[in-house]
């Protein structure tokens, strides 16, 4: 590491702690938000099956494609369960609770609550043919279709988990803008055309960064943390009128399969409502744990999350293949920090 890296990635330290400093003195200075309503969004990669895996397999050889950046992406280890006993629990000033799904929700998740909607992929993609689809940039660029969505919205994956309480002051400020918190550590937003060693993640970024800077011009922009985050559907609705953005993300929605050589919609998303102030940014603790084959470093990993109780939590599962001991032991410790069932669950 250079001595100009270093400074930087120290830079971007002293950042995170004032950040966090300044939002702390926000919720007892500040005055209150609002009385808007808020919605969350949760997409649910499953069902992981045979039958799934098979027309996966199918649309992959049909189309010349990989199957998926990992087919762990696709593995379902009962974690919607945790993500909407995490909302219930501590985000109670949610309006209600879109879960979207590829077709139908899980066996064990009730449907007949008003206060959550189960939204299939039809329902949302306005271009049938389009779909099936195993891309979750794809999903993510026709959010703001799901019917009856507020304008603002929590967006999380089913593997992210709100663990402590949540107020409205945190999602939204006194102005009405919705609160995003960048990822400090990991500094700036890649710029410049992808290269060969990139992962398909950080050429998608880099090809956002591209576009935001065609429309708003070269500026520092800070990657987005990969928690829960605040949405508008204002800056969606956006995104696909205009007309540099909205051929990208017609790329995007064709796209079966996650892919480095299109944008990233809600990178996009989240940037455009920084740019267009229907958004500003703010700080949240959170922690990442990897969901492996070595249970007992990812039983250390969770322990400690429950000793320092972030507010948010990402279980990233980067586990190929079956492993049945691995997902009893990742949903008891899940059950230890978000215990007894929501009123979502049969």
């Not at 994956?157 to 663990?163: A, F, G, H, S």
């Not at 429309?215 to 800056?235: C, F």
């Amino acid at each position: 590491m250079t001595p100009a890296q270093l400074a930087e990635k120290l830079l971007w330290r002293v950042g995170e702690r004032l950040a966090g400093t300044a939002t702390a003195l926000e919720r007892q200075l500040a005055p209150p938000p609002p009385a808007v309503p808020v919605d969350a969004v949760v997409t649910w990669a499953g069902p992981d099956n045979e039958a799934r895996r098979a027309e996966r397999r199918r649309w992959a050889q049909r189309e010349g494609a990989a199957e998926s950046e990992g087919s762990w992406r696709f593995a379902d280890h009962g974690e919607l369960r945790y993500a909407l006993r995490g909302l219930v629990r501590n985000a109670p000033f949610l309006r209600r609770i879109h879960v979207v799904v590829a077709d139908t929700g899980p066996s064990w998740l009730r449907t007949d609550d008003p206060a959550l909607a189960v939204v299939p992929h039809r329902a949302i993609f306005p271009d049938p043919e389009h779909l099936p689809t195993w891309s979750s940039c794809a999903i993510e660029a026709h959010l703001h279709r799901i019917p009856d969505l507020a304008e603002r919205f929590l967006y999380l994956n089913d593997d992210m988990l709100i663990l402590a309480p949540m107020t409205l002051g945190d999602a939204v400020d006194a102005r009405g803008r919705v609160k995003l918190e960048p990822q400090w550590r990991a500094g700036r937003f890649p710029r410049g055309a992808p290269r060969a060693e990139d992962q398909p993640h950080i050429a998608r970024a880099r090809l956002t960064n591209a576009l935001l800077d065609r429309r708003y011009g070269a500026r520092l922009r800070l990657w987005p943390i990969h928690q829960a985050r605040m949405g508008r559907r204002t800056a969606y609705e956006a995104m696909h009128a205009d007309p540099i953005f909205a051929p990208e993300l017609a790329r995007v929605s064709a796209a079966r399969f996650r892919r480095g050589d299109v944008i990233d919609p809600i990178y996009l998303q989240y940037f455009v409502a920084l740019h267009t102030g229907l958004a500003r940014l703010s700080s949240r603790s959170s922690s990442v744990v990897r969901v492996q084959r070595n249970i007992a470093a990812m039983t250390r990993d969770l322990a400690r999350v429950q000793a320092r109780r972030p507010a948010q939590l990402c279980v990233q599962d980067w586990l190929d293949g079956d492993a049945p001991e691995v997902t009893a032991a990742l949903q008891g410790m899940l059950e230890i920090l978000l215990p007894g069932a929501s009123r979502f669950e049969r």
